[in-house]
């Protein structure tokens, strides 16, 4: 063998010849090395077709059989990276991703090794490499083996090229005007192409590994077959003159017994030559125990390491280095080598003690990702300050300092980013187009565009998509400017139109106090969204901090109602207010009870938290709950997304004017809730007269909550004295709770007066 310095000197000329003459190089050292004159590199595909042709049945569906055990253990590699929450609101995880270009060199010379093809281009396919390319030297004939074609196609692979040895890999690593460049370069080859590998490692491309002679240790006691064992070392001898073969033995007898098993084998093996020669590089040895056997295999680190022992598998729990490992005396190298299924791409010369072979991650990448939120860079900002000052990268440090200080200033400006909010697809959505507000400002009168009865009027005609006028109206009535204010069919139709516009099903999740209006889990399960609850505690007060350690990344909306719905009462406007600055999602404030309570409505903030939602309906102050209204008040961005997404004339012409005019007697529903109001602090005063009353809870809506000694009981009572109100014995705190709304002073009494009754 040539010194490395020679070696390389040699090798360096003729890449540097590809790399700076492309195929021209190429197609001279294929003449020079391959003795072949080739008119083109590539692999036609009427030589692959010829090649189908000359590939025997049995050796196809061999072919096919080796296919699928190799793509079966390699599928079974696939990564499944895992998200780490480091800190609340760091993420970190991995992904694997396939290299996109990899290059296959598959040698030629003494035997086709068409195995290697599936070996590496099996695998690349499973990891997703977008381009493979595959090199191997053509025959005197100049072509290739048609065995070589036969599992390239098989296995996927569709440039393939006539190129062997350096000038192979050269052209892999620099490409050429028709062999493309690659990234990573796999596969075996004689010394040359190794030292080609190693040295275009150096900054051009990647390879699989430092590649040398075969290798196989057989390690056996005195219960191994002496036959299968010799068959063992003699398929590695075969391999080439410089393969290795050995057998470490507990057993001097088995030594005997293989010595003369291979010499008879030998004898009957067409490639003798080869494997004579390489036997002598090989060797018998004997141990005198088991110990000493695996310190010896572990320190030679053999490509192949086969163990017929009596206890073989605890002997292989033993063993730390070795490239593929074959256990029983039934598993030989063999298997490995074709069909079972495992890469036979390994570290040989004793790099297995520091290299694996080839598996699915050998063509992928693992690419970290961290995202992180206000509260992440606040929970580590501070360590980074602190370490980046100490090695004196005061850039670094400043990252930080400006992103913590934005958040102090104006943390929900800096930290909401509503685009990042919406679910997939949502954002770029077009409107829907409505011809009924086209014309809006144009003063026609002849209405042929929407295919209407002309019969019938005026509820012949489509609705006002947008609702203009009702939304002028309810701004006067609510202070909010109209571009703020959706109307939807009840504001149950905003609940659901929030999870449809923010969250993606099966991926994000919701946070809610518990208990609270139940159509927000019903909204969550129907978008397929998870629902995470957060008990409040004994006074039905919840504490922000609470909801925010139950959300993570991928808490898209956070549920609040106030006043509550069972419990009646305002939720503390400070925590509120604490999450609409600590969340980075989205906070909805159900408002529905809004008029009955004394603290002021949160659409008064829309300006300050642009991830606010505030949703109010018609259907109990006002009086209306036939007619099916309610709205959302929100930043316009917000409004605009809801828009998108509703259906067109989701609020109907009749429930607009009915609006109207109760928007235009607002009067009324003032004069409603004074009376309601005083009704509340009637009846739960006499509620809590009752005998049968144990608590009544506070209210500010125009229900309350009383707990009574047997609520199922009570409820069922009521019923048969034709009187309906709601049992919430099941729900979370609200054990032998009735929820009773404020009724007429006459349907008050009533109630009362059938309690006082009850027995
Ligand atoms: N939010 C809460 C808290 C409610 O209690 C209700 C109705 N019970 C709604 C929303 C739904 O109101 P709408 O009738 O507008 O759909």
């Known amino acids: 063998m040539m010194d490395t310095g020679q070696l390389h000197d040699k090798v360096r000329v003729i890449l540097n010849d590809v790399k700076a003459n492309g195929d021209k190089a190429v197609l001279g050292y294929e003449e020079t090395f391959d003795h072949v004159q080739l008119a083109t590199l590539a692999v036609s595909d009427a030589e692959i077709m010829e090649a189908e042709g000359l590939v025997s049945d049995e050796l196809k569906a061999a072919i096919r059989l080796a296919k699928e055990n190799i793509a079966k253990f390699h599928e079974a590699q696939r990564f499944a990276g895992v998200q780490v929450e480091t800190q609340p609101g760091v993420t970190c995880w991995q992904e ?80 050429t005007e028709t062999v493309p460049r690659v990234y990573k370069i796999f596969g075996p080859g004689n010394q040359y192409v190794t030292a080609a590998k190693q040295l275009v490692s150096m900054g051009d491309v990647a390879i699989d590994m430092p590649a040398g002679p075969s290798e196989v240790l057989v390690l056996a006691d005195e219960t191994a077959n002496p036959v299968f064992v010799a068959a063992d070392l003699l398929s590695q001898a ?72 009596r206890d073989y598998r605890d002997v292989a729990k033993r063993i730390v280095n070795a490239g593929s490992v074959f256990l029983g005396r039934f598993a030989c190298e063999s298997a490995g080598d074709y069909a079972s299924g495992t890469n036979h791409t390994l570290p040989t010369n004793g790099y297995a003690k520091a290299y694996n072979g080839v598996n699915l991650d ?38 930080v300092t ?129 629902y995470r609850k957060v008990q409040l505690d004994a006074n039905y007060q919840f504490h922000a901090d609470d909801l925010l350690k139950v959300s993570d990344n991928h808490t898209k909306l956070m549920f609040l109602c106030t006043p509550n719905n069972p419990t009646g009462n305002d939720m503390s406007h400070a925590e509120v207010e604490m999450l609409l600055q600590n969340f980075w999602g989205i906070v909805v404030v159900d408002e529905a009870y809004i008029d009955f309570s004394e603290q002021p409505s949160f659409t008064k903030l829309l300006d300050k938290y642009p991830n606010l939602i505030v949703l109010q309906t018609f259907s109990k102050a006002w009086g209306c709950a036939a007619i099916r209204l309610g709205m959302a008040f929100a930043s316009v961005e917000i409004i605009g997304l809801f828009n998108k997404v509703k259906y067109p004339y989701n609020v109907n012409m009749l429930t607009q004017r009915q609006a109207l005019e109760t928007l235009r007697n607002a009067a009324q529903t003032k004069a409603w809730v004074e009376v309601l109001k005083t009704e509340r602090s009637r009846l739960m005063s006499l509620f809590a007269e009752l005998p049968l009353t144990q608590q009544v809870f506070p209210s500010d809506a ?16 009521l019923v048969g004295e034709g009187i309906i109100v709601r049992n919430r014995n099941s729900v979370t705190l609200c054990g032998n709770c009735l929820r009773i709304t404020v009724g007429t002073p006459d349907e008050n009494d009533t109630l009362i007066a059938a309690l006082k009754r009850w027995k």
């Open 402 to 530: 400006v992103r913590l200080t934005n958040i102090d200033n104006n943390l929900q400006s800096s930290i909401f980013n509503l685009q990042s909010f919406v679910r997939k697809n949502i954002w770029n959505l077009a409107p829907y187009s409505c011809a009924r507000n086209e014309y809006s400002g144009v003063d026609a009168s002849v209405f042929l565009d929407a295919n209407e009865n002309p019969y019938n009027g005026p509820i012949n005609r489509y609705p006002d998509p947008l609702q203009t006028e009702l939304k002028h109206e309810i701004s006067k009535v609510k202070g909010v400017s109209e571009d703020r204010i959706f109307c939807g069919n009840g504001s149950d139709e905003a609940i659901d139109l929030v999870y449809r516009i923010f969250c993606n099903p099966g991926v994000d999740n919701a946070v809610a106090i518990d208990p609270s209006y139940g159509m927000y889990q019903v909204c969550a399960d129907v978008n397929d969204v998870e």
């Open 96 to 175: 694997s991703v396939a290299i996109e270009k990899v290059g296959l060199y598959i040698p030629g010379g003494t035997a086709p090794l068409f195995s290697t093809v599936l070996m590496l281009a099996v695998p690349a396919q499973i990891a997703g490499c977008r381009e493979f390319v595959l090199c191997t030297p053509p025959g005197r004939n100049g072509k290739v083996h048609p065995a070589v074609l036969f599992a390239a196609k098989t296995a996927g692979v569709s440039k393939i090229f006539k190129i062997g040895g350096v000038q192979a890999i050269g052209a892999m690593a620099y490409g």
């Open 702 to 717: 125009n229900f309350f909550l009383a707990r009574v000694q047997d609520a199922n009981a009570i409820y069922k009572y």
């Open 362 to 399: 050998s063509f992928c990448r693992k690419i970290t990702y961290q995202e992180l939120s206000a509260q992440g860079i606040g929970n580590i900002g501070k360590a980074i300050e602190v370490m980046a000052a100490n090695e004196q990268l005061d850039a670094h440090k400043n990252a």
């Open 238 to 309: 075969e391999h080439g003159v410089d393969s290795q073969a050995m057998l470490v033995t507990t057993s001097m007898e088995m030594l005997q017994a293989v010595k003369e098993e291979v010499d008879r084998q030998l004898k009957e093996l067409p490639r003798q030559e080869i494997a004579q020669k390489s036997l002598a590089n090989s060797k018998l040895i004997v141990v005198s125990s088991m110990d000493e056997a695996i310190n010896l295999t572990n320190e030679y680190a053999p490509e192949h390491l086969i163990i017929q022992t």
